[in-house]
Structures are given as C-alpha cells and as structure tokens.
C-alpha cells in the first residue's frame, strides 16, 4: 500500500483507491496513516471525531467505521488473500494499528531524509544537505490532507508537517547560499518572504542573497520593508542581528561574507517514523527516494533556541 499525506489524501493498493468517500471513515484512516505501525487508541480516535461532545454510541460507531475502511482493504486485495485485511487494519487493546512500511507513507520518507538533511547540514556537508532536502521536499504535493476533514488532531499534525516543511526549505537555502548558489534561491526567497512578512530569517537570506547578486540597494530595501511590516503589525524592530546584517550590507563590508556564517542548527522535526538505513552513501538515499517518489506518483517560522522566530546566525 502507498499512501500519500503531503498532498491530496489517498491510499493505493494492488492500484485501486482504498481510501472511502465517507467522512469520518477517511478521518479515521488518515490518523492510523500518520501513526502507521503504532496504536492509536480509540479515545484518540473519539476525540479526532467528535471533539470533547461525542455521542454514546461512539465507541460502536467508531467500530463500524474501522469496519468501512477494512472492507475497501479487503477489496483491494485477490481473494485468496482478503484475510489479510485484518493483519493491515488489525486491533489492538482500546486501539488500532496500520500495519505497512513505514516508508509507504510519503510524510514517512519526507521526515526520514529531512533527519538526513540536517545531520550533513550540521556535518558542513552543505551539498549532500541541499541534495536530500531537495528531494524530501519534492515530495510535497499540495496542503497535507487535503480532502479530509480534519478535527484537532489532524489539525495539529497537518500544523506540524506545515512548519516542518517550512525549517526543511529554510534549511535547504541556507545550504545552497553555502555553496554560493545566490541568484538561484532569489525567486524562491522573493515568494517565500512575500508570504512570511515578519519570518526574520528568510529576509535575511533574501538580504544575503540579493547582496551577494550585485543587488546592494534591494538588499537594504529588503530590511526596509520587513522593519515596516513588524512596525505596523507587532509594534517591535527588527533583532540586533538583523540590524547589524543591515549595517554590514549599508557599508558593503568586503568580509560580510565570513560575517554571516550560521551559528545554529537547523532543528528536526518530530518524525512519524525514523528508519535510517546506516551504511547506505547520501547519493544512494537521493536515488532511493527520487524511486520512491516515482512510484508514488504513478501508482510558519524557524525558531531561535529563544522560541522567538528571530535569525540566530549572525556574529
């Protein structure tokens, strides 16, 4: 079974849908998919459902529920093996398990080369780093779970995927301005900072990246308009940082180059499932998941360790 989160939610086995057009049921499906090969519990299951306002009858509705998704299981399967239904969908005490690979569920692979990513990134590997968080985030295909309806649950993993993709970009650029790739990130950070008007950050990449371009007077424009936006909204100025990212660019500092070396880490995400495969050289990874991508298609703001958003890499 393949099943896609980071995009449209589907599920595909034998390549027939197993996904049902019904509400709840596709709800349910969707968090065992985001904790495949672990118990979801039916109070968690209720919760996702119904909120703090379930009906009496939810623990059985919850059990036909279960029933619905298995029988489209057990319709995608040759029927001298539809047994098998209940080892993919099986219950546990008070709970349910989806029992697949784990890399079969595309937010699973993502989150897998994301770790990947950063360990080279925190190694100074910067290219292998670019490389495989390229390829983790090629695998988004549009909001998580769109089509299903989502209650608090999915609502905090569909958050949770979001801002992970959100540090797994912010961490690719910052590896390819590394390797010098200025003028390649420009468009990218052009929308990206459009989108996030206060994401200190990236408009210090974008700032970085147009200087480095030969853009001296939009690099300054850049802080302009990002001091007027937390101005008007919030009240507050820029970090000392970027404030001294904006000196440095205002007296074209030849070293500005070696003054803008990042400090911090990019941090992980919380990963649904950690399968690293030791041994395997980051080129092998990269074709692995460019594969699993193929087969898949055919069948907010990074965090100082102070929690406040601001960029945390200028000396």
Not at 80 to 105: H, W
Not at 144 to 160: D, H, N, Q, W, Y
């Amino acid at each position: 079974m393949r099943v896609r989160v980071l995009g449209e939610f589907d599920a595909v086995l034998n390549a027939k849908s197993v996904v049902p057009t019904a509400t709840k049921p596709r709800q349910v499906f969707a968090l065992l998919a985001l904790h495949v090969r672990r118990i979801v519990s039916v109070p968690m299951l209720i919760d996702e459902l119904w909120g703090d306002r379930p009906p009496l009858s939810a623990r059985t509705t919850l059990q036909t529920y279960i029933l619905r998704v298995r029988r489209h299981i057990e319709a995608a399967l040759p029927p001298s093996e539809r047994a098998r239904a209940k080892e993919i969908l099986s219950t546990r005490f008070d709970g349910y398990v989806l029992n697949i690979e784990p890399d079969d569920v595309d937010a699973c692979g993502y989150e897998r080369l994301v770790k990947l990513g950063n360990q080279a990134f925190r190694s100074g590997d910067h290219d292998t780093a670019s490389r495989l968080l390229g390829v983790a985030l090629e695998k988004w295909q549009g909001r998580p779970l769109t089509g299903v309806r989502t209650g608090m649950r999915l609502g905090i993993e569909v958050a949770r995927l979001e801002e992970s993709r959100l540090t797994a970009l912010e961490s690719r650029i910052g590896a390819d301005i590394q390797l010098g790739r200025h003028q390649a990130v420009l468009g990218e950070l052009t929308s990206l900072t459009a989108e996030h008007p206060m994401h200190e950050n990236l408009f210090a990449y974008y700032m970085v990246a147009l200087y480095r371009s030969g853009r001296q007077w939009q690099a300054l424009e850049a802080f302009k308009v990002l001091r007027g936006n937390l101005d008007d909204e919030l009240g507050v100025v820029p970090s000392d940082r970027l404030q001294k990212l904006h000196q440095a660019v205002l007296r074209s500092e030849l070293d500005l180059e070696s003054s803008i070396r990042r400090q911090w880490q990019p941090p992980v995400p919380t990963a649904v499932h950690d399968p690293l495969v030791p041994g395997l050289p980051a080129e092998a990874l990269v074709e692995i998941a460019r594969h699993d991508e193929l087969v898949n298609r055919h069948s907010r703001v990074i965090n100082s360790p102070a929690g406040d958003g601001r960029a945390v890499w200028l000396r």
